[in-house]
């Protein structure tokens, strides 16, 4: 998928860690978890940076950390060349805000829809009624809602319907950045499709950049403009994502391809080749982190990490990069 994004970078990560103390019982010693290791990318303005990985690789971690609601342990997130972490939360809502997963988890069922959505705008306190009035009713139009629906309640509304407020929601303060942690994952197919091409409307006619959180890859390939792959909290690949899904260079990310299903009768379920171990950010392996399931490891692999490299084709961090591609 091309992008017609321009070079300089709308949101900056720089060397974001995120640790975890944990205990699993109250006699057990607490552990050291790292759900996001020293991850840096920039994202161009007007483009999606699509983040990929199984559950427990640290994409949400990610989101939330880049959302301010999680303090990293260390390293920064930059808008426009400024550190979110110097501004205060009215000037960071303005420029950055988010889309959950479940949307009726994160509307207050409580409220109408048309409340839901000024939420953000009243938060800033300075706002006239008839420009928030005005602002709601223009991000209702947007995103496909009736007037109607205005006063209605969350549960009064389809799945769609509700993430479709949500994303209202996110627009109303008319933010540069959009961070979207699987925000079709709980609607049906088709109602997928739909909220899919809203988004993707939407980042052209606003032009918008969004951080596009997803375990499904035919989401991915479909919006983002660039993908990184997540392991163990490491971005182990990222690159075009037409490259990407033509021609993969990290074993896990062939892995993450070949274990796509298929509507093919006969063919049953892919076996990837990652075996039964399942990673555990708790215990994270010495060396490259994927080579206890990793199908070409060598024994290189087990005793030193690899480096990110960066070329031509994008980043990739694994020892036999070349081999693999």
Avoid: W
């Amino acid at each position: 998928m091309s992008t017609t994004a321009t070079s300089a970078p709308a949101i900056e990560v720089r060397g974001l860690r995120r640790e975890f103390r944990v205990r699993q019982g109250i006699f057990s010693a607490p552990r050291q978890v790292i759900a996001v290791d020293d991850v840096s990318f920039a994202v161009p303005a007007g483009s999606v940076l699509g983040v990929v990985g199984e559950s427990g690789c640290g994409k949400s971690t990610l989101a939330r950390l880049i959302l301010n609601l999680l303090a990293p342990t260390s390293g920064d997130v930059l808008v426009d060349g400024k550190r979110l972490a110097d501004m205060d939360r009215r000037a960071r809502a303005r420029l950055i805000q988010p889309v959950f997963q479940d949307p009726f988890a994160s509307l207050n069922p409580r409220r109408r829809v048309r409340d839901i959505i000024a939420m953000p705008l009243i938060a800033q306190g300075d706002v006239a009624t008839d420009d928030m009035n005005r602002r709601v009713a223009e991000a209702m139009e947007r995103v496909g809602l009736s007037r109607d629906q205005a006063q209605r309640y969350p549960a009064q509304l389809s799945g769609g319907q509700r993430q479709r407020v949500a994303i209202a929601r996110a627009l109303v303060l008319r933010p540069r950045i959009v961070v979207c942690d699987e925000p079709t994952s709980a609607l049906d197919v088709s109602v997928q499709a739909q909220i899919l091409n809203l988004l993707a409307e939407l980042r052209r006619d606003l032009g918008l950049t969004y951080l596009f959180i997803s375990h499904n890859l035919a989401v991915v390939e479909h919006i983002a403009t660039e993908v990184a792959v997540m392991y163990l909290g490491r971005i182990v690949e990222r690159t075009e994502s037409e490259r990407l899904f033509a021609a993969p260079r990290h074993p896990y990310t062939r892995a993450l391809l070949a274990s796509v299903l298929t509507p093919e009768p006969g063919l049953g379920v892919p076996d990837v080749g990652l075996g039964d171990i399942m990673p555990d950010p708790a215990n994270i392996p010495p060396g490259c982190r994927f080579h206890p399931r990793c199908p070409v490891a060598i024994a290189r692999c087990a005793t030193e990490a690899p480096k990110s490299t960066a070329d031509a084709a994008g980043l990739v961090e694994c020892h036999l990069a070349e081999s693999v591609g």
